[in-house]
Each structure stands twice: as C-alpha cells, then as structure tokens.
C-alpha cells in the first residue's frame, strides 16, 4: 500500500538579503533561516538569544490580585483546597504544582482529577457535590474550567468559590467565578499570552508565594512548569520561552523527587535537559498515565517528599508507558490491516473505527496514520449506549475545528483546534459523517495537492555540520511550537551504506565531497531502494551512545537528485544548470541562454542586461537557491 508520504513537493526558501544580519554573530545558515522566519534586525536577534526581564503579571492579569487574596487567606486559615486539573501532562503537572506549593504556605490542598474513561474532561457536577460534602469550599481548577457551566452553577449555588485557571478558548460569556486567570484577559501583545495550563499555575503559585514572602513555596515549581509547558507543546516565545530557558539550566538538578526519579528511569544522567528530552522521555511516561491508567498516579509522583517512593511510583509510571507503547502498536497495525484489505484508492478523510480499541491512545495512533498518510484521520472507539468515541489528527492547513463544527448536526458533542479535535458521534450516523468529512478533505486535496509538503529553512552542505554549529544551535534554543527546530537541506549527497534498525528505523551514511554523515529517517515508510544520489531535507541532532555523543541528521524528506533544476513559471519552464563551480546557466522555454556567477559574496554577476529585469532577478536568485550557491 503506498504511502501518501512518498509523494513530496518540495518548497525551497525563498531568496534573502544575505547582509541584513552580517553583525549578528552566527553562522550564515542560522542568520538565513531566522531571517526568513521574520527576524530580519539585528536586535530582534539579539532579543532571541537574550531575554529581557518579564513584566510583572499582575498589570497583565486584571483578576490575579483577586486570586491572590483569596489563596493568602486559604493559607492563613488552614482551609481546604481543591485542586481540579486534567488528565494529561499538563493538567497533572499544574495540579502537583499548586498542591506542593498551597501545601507548603499553610493550607490543605487535595487533587481533583475526573477519569478519563468514567468521567471525561474538566469539572463536573459529580465532582463539585462531592468536594461539598467533604468541606471543600473552595475550588482552583487547572488546564480546564472555562467551559465547565453547570458544575461552576452547581458551585455558586453550594455557596462554594471557585478559582479559574484555564487556557482553552473562552465562551462568548464569562464563567461564574470569583476570580479568572486566563492568557486570553492579557494584552494584546503580552509575553503571558501563550502559556499553557502549567503557566498559569505557576505566575498564581509564584505571586502567592511572594504576597506570602516564602519564596521556597516555589522551589521545585519551574521544574513543574518547564515539563508541564513542553508536554502542551505551548508556543515557545514569550514568557515560555523566557522561564523554560532559565527553568531547563536547572531541571537536572531538580529539588522534586518526583522529577528526579523520572529523569533516572529515563536515563538522562546528571546533564543539563534539553526541551527534546522532556518531549520524548519525560512527558511520555506522565502522558501514559493519564491515557490508560489512574492520573492520580502522577500527582503522587509529583508531590511525593521520600526519593524511594517516587522511585517506585516512577517505576509504574514506567510500566504503563510501555503498555501504552504496546497499545499504540497494536492498533497500528490493526488499522493499517483495514486499510490494506480495503482495495479502492485511499479515502480523502481516514476514517477507521472499531469498539474495542482504547479511547486514550487512540489520539496517538491517529496522529501515526495522519503523518503516514498525509490525509486528516480519525479513529473511533464504542463510548457505550450506541455511541463511538472519536480522536481526530490533521496536517497543516486542514482545520479539524472547523470540519467538526460544519458536521454538528450529525454529532452529539465535539470539540478541537485546526491541528487536532474530538467529537462523540452515534454509531448509526457514521458513515454520513464519513461521507461529510470526505467532502471536505477532498476540497482541500484538490488546493493542496497529494503528499507531504517539504519546506526547508536554509541550505547546509555536509561539512558545515560541526559542533561550532552545534553551539549555535543550542543558542537559539528552546526549540518547539512557534520556534521549531530548523529543518536544513543539502544537495547531492551519496548513499554510502543505508541499514534498516529494528522498529522501522533506517540508518544512512551520506558522502558529499570529502565529508561523510551518519543520519537516521525515523519509522521510515518507504519500501522502494533509495536512489544513489540524494538531496536531504533534515533536522541536526546529538546522539547518545554507549557514553558517546555524535552530531547526526535526523532526516524528515529525500529525493533523487537531478543536476538540472526545472523551474516552472505559469505554463513555461526554465531550465538551470550550474556547469561547474559558482556558474549558473538558464534556458528559458524558447531555448535562449543567460549566464552569469554568485560571487563570494552571494551576489549574481552577468555581463546580460536582462539579469537585472526585476522578474529575471527573482528567477534567478530561485535557480541559485535550487542549485545550492545561496543559503
């Protein structure tokens, strides 16, 4: 069966003004890319790899201070205190962060977390006439609230408060609560605007704490916040980016048990974390928890004082990870198997259901055939009384919110962004909506085009790829959403030996002029032999090996490569050439000739007055892109 993977368009960057950026001190790829993603001053530079001091929250917050009062006399009276969080990482990292911190300046904290299988998402009346009952009289939900209507009713007329932390889209009107700490109450441009659930957690945390003047409160705090804040893949600018660049110098050194022993299970060592090692390591092992198993798991974990006991329940946090691991596979391969016994053509919209699969990780396998596929998936699960459960994964440019709401009237419930959403569906009405959601991708194949969209950042030849680029690198991070990690290409690079790893993996070596690089394509799809001469689209990355770190390229594209690069304009093409050196060479579709050379500083030279056309001049600053003279 083919992948939809396989068929790539490439999109190579778009040409620059290679001086713009000359006094910024970084290497000219990494001065190309961050260019073209906009920062094209040398201060705006600047103000990346430094971060300026964050403004006070409480100007950028209009309801903070209200909530502040409130939690200082909590702690004062020793009230008790509920905290209601979600059941995935950030939820449950912003649950132990409160708990740990109110617990410390005097209150009563206890977890609040619904089940995923029982009780779905956020608070819920169930929830809040039970807190009643055990004398909770107030309530701080975490990562959720704002949508929760009737529980915050039932709360207001049990004459209990309540406290809202949340990030997710707010209703048109405001929830009941006595006080709500939201990015979306800031100003239009400030650098609390993005946080997650985490975030919130932590500016209310650290706030009480210095109302309080006990600033030990927060100790573990910003560990709680860099998992929590990378785990939501939240937009890595602003006060994100400012607190997890200082919160990761110290993560490896955390005061938290809970966070220690999942840095050992994982292997980590005593080293300085990266945001990848809280991706692809530590968040998984909390997510896991949260997906097939108890949340409250995770908060023990989190909170828990004695280094043994964090290590035993690290260890069960471990363990359902790799059940969890077990599922995804499973799954996967059960899906793939209705595909593969289904002989028509790929439906626009994957749509695959069966009862038996779990609901927690369904999310994870829908993501796996999205990205396989290149088409918007969903994967559907019994929810009970005749009702199927769904998760929905989408690439770039398929809005899945939008998808779902045109598709309401045949839904019982359903919610999401662009990239990902949910909805619960009756299973009589399933095949309509599967009909209704193939209309729509089918639209957008037709203005997208079949396959995966390639677009790297910067040219970068083989021999550039050096630890003195790696300490560049380094700088500009944290990498992660709003700020990814920059995807290179290079051209005409050797397969010198290519080995397929255990779990899909594909190890390559690649040669290009005297220089050779070890790279690896991750759950490689592709069944055909790769062509002897390749162009790369990749990402660079540290291998850790047997006490041994290499710099290796994390290949995400490839493509046979051609001397001769075909650009097509309207129903023309001009073909370039580059004959030998810096010389290029372009035929238009009549078969006349311009040539000329990129000087040593970038810069096109051609005795052919049409060079300086403005049209001619952006064809061929296009064709030195492609044949890689330019960055």
């Known amino acids: 069966m083919p992948s939809a993977a396989s068929i790539q368009q490439w999109q190579l960057p778009r040409g620059i003004d290679l001086t713009a950026l000359d006094a910024v001190p970084l290497p000219l790829p990494l001065r190309a890319l961050l260019f073209r993603r906009g920062l094209t001053e040398p201060e705006q530079v600047n103000a990346l790899l430094s971060d300026s ?4 929250p409480d100007g950028h917050f209009p309801e903070l201070e209200t909530a502040v009062q409130r939690l200082h006399q909590a702690c ?10 979600d059941y995935d990482a950030d939820g449950m990292t912003s649950t132990a962060l409160l708990l740990r911190t109110l617990r410390t300046l005097g209150a009563e904290p206890q977890a609040a977390i619904p089940s995923r299988m029982a009780d779905g998402y956020g608070l ?16 701080v939900t975490v990562d959720n609230g704002v949508a ?9 007329d049990l004459g209990m408060e309540v406290v809202l932390t949340d990030h997710h889209t707010l209703p048109k009107t405001r929830p009941k609560a006595l006080a709500l700490i939201h990015p979306a109450t800031t100003p239009d441009h400030s650098p609390y605007r993005g946080l997650a659930g985490v975030g919130l957690a932590y500016v209310l945390a650290r706030e009480l704490a210095e109302r309080m003047r006990q600033p030990t409160a927060i100790a573990s705090a910003r560990d709680l ?72 798991l995770v908060v023990d974990l989190l909170t828990a004082d004695d280094q043994n006991s964090a290590i035993e329940l690290g260890r069960q946090c471990d363990s359902l990870n790799r059940q969890r691991r077990e599922l995804c596979d499973a799954i996967e391969a059960e899906a793939l198997a209705l595909l593969e016994s289904d002989r028509d053509p790929l439906p626009p919209f994957l749509l695959l259901a069966q009862g038996h699969w779990h609901h927690g990780v369904i999310g994870i396998v829908a993501a796996r055939l999205m990205e396989r596929f290149q088409r918007p998936t969903a994967l559907l699960a019994a929810d009970g009384d005749g009702l199927m459960r769904a998760s ?46 193939n209309a729509l991708a089918l639209t957008w194949i037709q203005k997208r085009g079949e396959g995966i969209l390639v677009e790297p950042e910067a040219l970068l030849s083989l021999a550039a790829i050096n630890h003195e680029l790696w300490s560049a690198l380094l700088s500009l991070e944290p990498f992660g959403i709003g700020h990814p990690a920059p995807l290179f290409w290079s051209r005409a690079c050797t397969v010198t030996s290519q080995r397929l ?42 291998n850790r090996w047997q006490g041994e770190a290499k710099l290796q390229l994390e290949i995400q594209a490839l493509r046979e490569h051609h001397a001769c690069l075909d650009l097509h304009r309207g129903l023309g093409v001009y073909r370039c050439t580059s004959p030998h050196g810096s010389t290029v060479e372009i035929r238009n579709p009549s078969g006349e000739r311009l040539s000329g050379l990129v000087n040593s500083n970038g810069v096109f030279e051609s005795e052919d007055n049409r060079a300086r ?8 600053q296009d064709a030195c892109i492609g044949l890689g003279l330019l960055p």
């Open 225 to 296: 916040f860099c998992i929590g804040t990378v785990a939501d893949m939240a937009p890595l600018t602003g006060a994100n980016r400012t607190l997890l660049r200082e919160g990761l110098l110290h993560l490896h050194r955390s005061n938290c048990p809970g966070v220690r022993a999942l840095q050992q299970l994982a292997g980590l060592g005593d080293r300085p974390l990266r945001a990848d090692d809280i991706g692809f390591q530590l968040a998984p092992r909390i997510n896991a928890v949260g997906r097939i198993g108890d949340p409250q």
């Open 501 to 542: 790893l255990r779990g899909g993996h594909l190890k390559l070596t690649l040669a290009q002029d005297d220089c050779e690089r070890e790279a690896i394509a991750w759950r490689w799809q592709q069944s055909q032999p790769l062509p002897a001469i390749v162009d790369v689209a990749f990402r660079i990355s540290l």
């Open 76 to 85: 004062l009276k020793a009230e008790r205190v509920a905290i209601c969080g």
């Open 53 to 56: 001091p964050l403004p006070k």
């Open 124 to 139: 819920n009346c169930s929830m809040v006439n039970e807190l009643h009952d055990g004398g909770v009289r107030l309530i």
């Open 392 to 437: 929905v994964r989408a690439p770039e440019g398929f809005a899945v919110d939008n998808a779902l709401t045109h598709c309401t009237a045949l839904l019982e419930r359903h919610g999401g962004h662009p990239a990902a959403g949910g909805f619960t569906v009756k299973a009589e009405q399933v095949h309509r909506l599967h009909e209704e959601l």
């Open 613 to 620: 056309h403005p049209y001619v001049a952006g064809l061929i």
């Open 148 to 156: 929760a209507h009737e529980a915050l009713s039932r709360a207001e």
